[in-house]
């Protein structure tokens, strides 16, 4: 059961990750027609070909139901597959294996996948402070008669900070918790994003001491070990093998895939040191007939650095309490043993609410394809990619290969 690996990723688009204050502020349509245009001509596709559609509903400035019939209507696309993906950071890889699946199906030949994440310009009668108060409880919900209303936010666990901070203090009370190893990982990807100009941090070099010098904003996480929200956007084309063989680029087809959501809060986790990418990552890697050792590089969402080191112990490329080791040993640079977020990671390349995970899946397309410039790989032929949504809550897995 699963993908027969018919379906691959041909074409993608994404903004240049800006400061919410100097970034062009556009329409949330806007963007979704601008994205779309531009992964078309990457793909050498036109809009005549796509006939499936999968978005993100919440947050759409536009609109807050019926999204994808706006944006299709908006677009002038006739579906025969719609979707709406609410995932947070696991949203994108979502998006790829929904609109995969729907292909093998033969629902459709060709679906974009898009999620604008610049602000769009505001009428005179809204409110332009939702966002920050939104922000300041990280997705977690104020509304009377939710849970984590009643039983978290009252007792300080506000936002993704506080949740990761206390799965990384957990970590470190039942294994070991070395700052420089976590440290590195920061570094390694900023060393990723001096060779990507797209980067938010291109051109700003790293170091450990830095790393540990910056701000303690949640012990044990450092300012510079959690990402930056940052305005940006993106988009990719997923096709079947008829549509992918017309287009300009190396294909990625998408031959695993594997998604879990065990709770919203870590709160109400069995254990919260065993995440859900475990389960999906095993799935996906069953699926494409792959072990953690055969793949070319690793693009794992790195909102926080805790993340990066459980998705590595979970996901089999090493044992568990294992990953500060592992982390201490491997060079994780492009030009490393174990490449990793060769694009700098959103810890270097900016997050862009749901879309910053988009940019891991489209830098596992580029080097599969080829086309990564200065940071490109020798070899890329299989590529294993992580999504992750609220605190460790909802994760994903896609294994990519290469035709």
Not at 57 to 72: C, I, K, N, T
Not at 98 to 106: C, F, N, S, Y
Not at 145 to 171: C, S, V
Not at 263 to 272: G, I, L, Q, V
Request: proline letters at 5%; charged letters at 15%; hydrophobic letters at 45%.
């Amino acid at each position: 059961m699963g993908l027969k690996g018919h379906a691959a990723i041909v074409g993608s688009a994404q903004y240049k990750p800006e400061k919410y204050s100097t970034a062009p502020k556009m329409f949330h349509l806007e963007q979704v027609a601008d994205l779309a245009a531009q992964a078309l001509r990457d793909a050498g596709l036109k809009a005549s070909d796509l006939d499936g559609l999968v978005i993100n509903g919440p947050h759409f400035h536009e609109a807050s139901v019926f999204v994808p019939a706006m944006a299709a209507e908006y677009l002038g696309l006739r579906l025969n597959f719609a979707e709406v993906v609410d995932l947070g950071g696991c949203t994108s890889v979502g998006m790829v294996w929904r609109a995969a699946a729907a292909i093998e199906l033969g629902l459709c030949q060709a679906v974009l996948c898009v999620i604008p994440a610049r602000m769009a310009p505001l009428g005179p009668d809204e409110d332009p402070g939702w966002m920050a108060r939104s922000m300041r409880f990280g997705g977690h919900s104020t509304a009377f008669g939710a849970p984590e209303a009643e039983f978290d936010l009252p007792y300080g666990h506000m936002g993704q900070n506080t949740g990761y901070a206390m799965i990384a203090q957990r970590y470190a009370a039942q294994y070991d918790y070395d700052q420089r190893a976590m440290a590195k990982i920061a570094v390694d990807q900023r060393t990723n994003a001096l060779a990507n100009p797209q980067a938010m941090f291109y051109g700003q070099p790293l170091t450990i001491e830095q790393v540990l010098a910056s701000k303690m904003v949640a012990d044990p996480l450092h300012v510079l070990e959690i990402v930056m929200p940052v305005a940006g956007g993106a988009a990719m084309i997923i096709t079947n093998k008829e549509v992918a063989a017309r287009s300009r680029k190396r294909p990625a087809f998408i031959t695993g895939f594997g998604e879990h959501l065990a709770f919203k809060s870590p709160s109400y986790a069995e254990d919260m040191l065993n995440t859900p990418i475990g389960p999906a990552s095993q799935r996906a890697f069953a699926m494409a007939g792959l072990k953690p050792k055969d793949v070319d590089a690793a693009q794992i969402y790195d909102c926080y650095t805790i993340t990066t080191l459980l998705t590595l112990e979970d996901a089999g490329f090493c044992g568990k309490g294992e990953g500060m080791a592992f982390v201490r040993e491997h060079d994780l640079t492009w030009r490393g043993d174990f490449p990793m977020n060769t694009h700098g990671g959103q810890l270097s390349f900016g997050q862009s609410a749901s879309a910053g995970g988009m940019s891991q899946v489209i830098e596992a397309v580029t080097q599969i394809a080829g086309t990564a410039g200065e940071r490109q790989l020798g070899r890329c032929d299989s590529v294993y990619v992580s999504g992750t949504g609220g605190v460790m809550s909802e994760q994903g897995a896609l294994i990519l290969q290469g035709a």
